[in-house]
Each structure stands twice: as structure tokens, then as C-alpha cells.
């Protein structure tokens, strides 16, 4: 059975950082492509990031050059650090399986808010 369990988020200051984790199991992250999603208030979920089994990884424009995706194959962890945080970028992070025709699986989210 798949699970993904998202921690790390909390209130932070403008200009500040944190290091989302994504706690894999029933799959390999290593062989799957995992990513990032957010969803603000009355907004639609939006892709954060991603990265593929190659390690290739991909960035929507809004977070590019302040957030990384990375991965902990031993640990079968999935990681989002964000530096720079904007109010923007207030939301639930959700992380997020896709595995195209087998379906997608989505963990329970974690609460970043980005406030003075």
C-alpha cells in the first residue's frame, strides 16, 4: 500500500526558509516521479516542482531559484527546501506520486505560512 506522509511546514518570516520531507512507502521514489504541489486558499492546486526517476527535476517559474527538490534514495524521503519564502508562497504542500496509467497518490499536506 502507498503512503506518503509530508512534514517540516510552520510559520516562517518573509526572507526565511524550510525544508519540506516526504516520507515514502510501498514504492521507491527512486523509480517513480515525485513532486511538490501546493494549494493556497480559494486558489486551485498548483505543481511546485518535480523529479523523475533520472533525477532530472523541473520548477514552475514562480519558485525557481529559491526552492530545490531533492531525494534520499536510503531513506525514501523526498525533500522540497525553500529559501526566500514570499506571503506568496503561503499554502498547504502536498507531495504528490505519479505513476501516469497505474494513478496518482497524494499524501495528507503540510501548512506553510509565510507571515511577519
Known amino acids: 500500500q502507498v503512503q506518503l506522509v509530508e512534514s517540516g511546514g510552520g510559520l516562517v518570516q518573509p526572507g526565511g526558509s524550510l525544508r519540506l520531507s516526504c516520507a515514502a512507502s510501498?514504492?521507491?521514489?527512486?523509480?517513480?516521479?515525485m513532486g511538490w504541489f501546493r494549494q493556497a486558499p480559494g486558489k486551485q492546486r498548483e505543481l511546485v516542482a518535480t523529479?523523475?526517476?533520472?533525477?532530472?527535476?523541473n520548477y514552475a517559474d514562480s519558485v525557481k531559484g529559491r526552492f530545490t527538490i531533492s531525494r534520499e534514495n536510503a531513506k525514501n524521503m523526498v525533500y522540497l527546501q525553500m529559501n526566500t519564502l514570499k506571503p506568496e508562497d503561503t499554502a498547504v504542500y502536498y507531495c504528490?506520486?505519479?505513476?501516469?496509467?497505474?494513478?496518482?497518490?497524494w499524501g495528507q499536506g503540510t501548512q506553510v505560512t509565510v507571515s511577519s
Open positions: 504528490q506520486l505519479n505513476r501516469y496509467s497505474r494513478g496518482t497518490y
Open positions: 510501498g514504492i521507491i521514489v527512486s523509480a517513480n516521479t
Open positions: 523529479i523523475i526517476s533520472s533525477g532530472i527535476t
